[in-house]
């Protein structure tokens, strides 16, 4: 026996699918390739930075936090940025600028008088002092010494510090191998942080 129900069901459904077919669309077409589009938005939307493509836009996606170049915020002034780019050039000091510190080598036993433009390990090497380094150019710790009187900076300069930290600095360890005087001062050779 045919059920009436399901006869009039399956001409609702029918019916619909057939005036669906014939129904026309929204107009929506599916648009070209925008990716190109979306990357230049997004590039426009980073501000500009002093590091080179693609680096500046890559990191995390966090160009938007890139310290702008130029921008008033997160700028250093510019005798900053030398000192941080270039150091403390001891080449630079002149024969009358010269000056001289003593300093104390805990360990030797002795006091010498070291120029503001000699690295300490220079200076107690040329005394005959057998002391510690490797790489002589401030990117090792192996060279680093305690200065006992207080923060390093108070007493040394660095030419180039790519070991150290502010932390360390400040319980007096500085890198020998690139460290100039400022002061008289006592050190510990052989003491890393
Ligand atoms: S010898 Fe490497 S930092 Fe001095």
């Not at 780019?85 to 006091?111: C, H, L, Q, R, W």
């Not at 600095?169 to 942080?193: H, N, R, S, W």
């Amino acid at each position: 026996m045919v059920d009436p129900l399901g006869v009039a069901l399956g001409v609702a459904l029918t019916a619909i699918a057939v005036a669906l077919h014939y129904t026309k669309g929204t107009g929506w077409e599916a648009p070209d390739d925008i990716s190109q589009e979306v990357l230049e938005r997004r590039a426009a939307a980073v501000p500009e930075t002093d590091f080179p493509e693609p680096m500046n836009r890559s990191i995390g996606g966090g160009g938007a936090a890139a310290i702008p170049a130029g921008g008033a915020e997160g700028e250093l002034e510019e005798g900053e940025a030398e000192e941080e780019e270039e150091g403390f050039d001891p080449s630079a000091i002149s024969d009358d600028e010269v000056e001289y510190y003593e300093v104390e080598f805990v360990n030797e036993g002795e006091t010498i008088e070291v120029a503001n433009n000699e690295p300490i390990l220079d200076a107690g090497e040329d005394e005959g002092w057998d002391l510690p380094y490797a790489c002589r150019q401030g990117q090792c710790v192996s060279c680093a010494g305690q200065i006992q009187d207080g923060p390093a900076e108070d007493y040394i300069r660095h030419s180039q510090n790519e070991s150290l930290f502010e932390d360390d600095m400040e319980d007096g360890y500085c890198l020998t191998c690139v460290a100039y005087p400022v002061d008289d001062f006592t050190i510990k050779t052989g003491e890393q942080p």
